[in-house]
């Protein structure tokens, strides 16, 4: 990317308004309104907002800017959504692989935590994974994991958009004693960040299997008091369902609905085990729904019939779930696998569309996260959260449509500039605000640990 630094900034030489940056592009795509592709146009940002967007001989006219990025053979999006992740399992990668959810977590991943997880853990897992997450386009994630206040100061440090879904479940773990406590001590964490423009808290209760109606119920009515988003793990598998069903009568979404939690606000990950009445029961509550598909091929925990909800009006996102079991955070690699798998499973080419595809990717996100009047589109008024992606690598020539080669032949690799709130925190694949060197350090330390090798 081509940088210039004004340097006769201050001068009045001329008549032209004063802003921040100027991001001239070869191709924009600001999701909003559909299916629009500009060429040849800039992007003006000032306080960290979008100000203006106009063909680039005319921004230069109007505009001096304090920056000037030049990005020639880029495509400028939306900074990319992850609505699910537990960041810091990135230090869990490759620990245990090849096992359905279930053993998966009570054999491996529960004990490992038990025995690993700490404010440090999470401080360093966060930074390992807002690195990737970085170098693949993603500005906004939310994140469900112990320690939320090491994962919020992370993420605060390096200069990303989060939401602190804080984690909640009925019995003792490494962060609270139960679940009463988990709400207490997030409230607090709440009301710590409650004038932070980049920070967000949620509710996380874990999943049906591991939280009671008691904490359930009191969930709902905080969330509804506080105008909070919820997420919760739901119908991940079949056999999840099939056994709630069995020992109460109620399929996990119908329980969630009785206990007051099913509204606008509610975020239900993975639906892959979804039936016309769960459909139906969305459809009715407006709840949305956070798709990670390739941690449910990788877990074989089924398959989210995107299609079908899609066609209901139901809103569908993008998540990746966490690094152990992902096994990666890029957000372009898992809206291609959503694409493919969903023309796959209802047997129609034409199903989920690139324009399609990357909207689950930004705008959906946002929406799903309750943060798009903030974020998720390239708007005047919203925020600066921008990912530029090159795409003059040859696999992607000849360019016959710059949108097909985002979707269909680019991932996190290709990805060149992330700006979040208009301040550049990946520049020509650089990080700005971490220490790329000390991250892998840092992860080295916990896979020596974790192996044994030292204490
Ligand atoms: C309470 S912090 C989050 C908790 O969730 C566990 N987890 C990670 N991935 C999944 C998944 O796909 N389904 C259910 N639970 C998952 C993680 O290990 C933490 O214990
Ligand atoms: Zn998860």
Redesign the pocket.
Known sequence: MATANNSDFTEKSNNKQAVDALIHARWIIPVVPERRLYENCSLAIKGGLIAAILPTAEARNRFRAREEHQLDNQILIPGLINTHN?AA?SLLRGFADDQP?MTW?QKH??PA?QQWVSPEFVADGTRLAMAEMLRSGTTTFSD???FPEATAAAAREAGMRVQIAF???DFP?A?SRNGDDAIEKGLALRDDYRSHSRIGLAF?P??PY?VGDETLKKIAIYANELQMPVQM?LH?TAGEVAKAFADTGQRPIQRLHSLGLLSPQMLC??MTAVDDSDIALLQKTGAHIAH?PR?NLK?A?GFTPIAKLLDAGINVAIGT??A??NNGLDILLETNTAALLAKAISGDASALPAHQALAMATLNGARALGIDDATGSIEVGKAADLCAIDLSELEQQPLHDPLSQLIYTANGHHVRNVWVAGKLLLQDRRLMTLNEEEVRQRAGVWRDRIAGRTQ
């Open positions: 537990h399992m959810l977590l991943i529960w935590e469900q994991y112990f984690p909640i479940i773990n962060w996380a874990h999943a591991t793990h991940e990950v993975h990670c941690s877990l925990s779930d966490g152990a079991s």
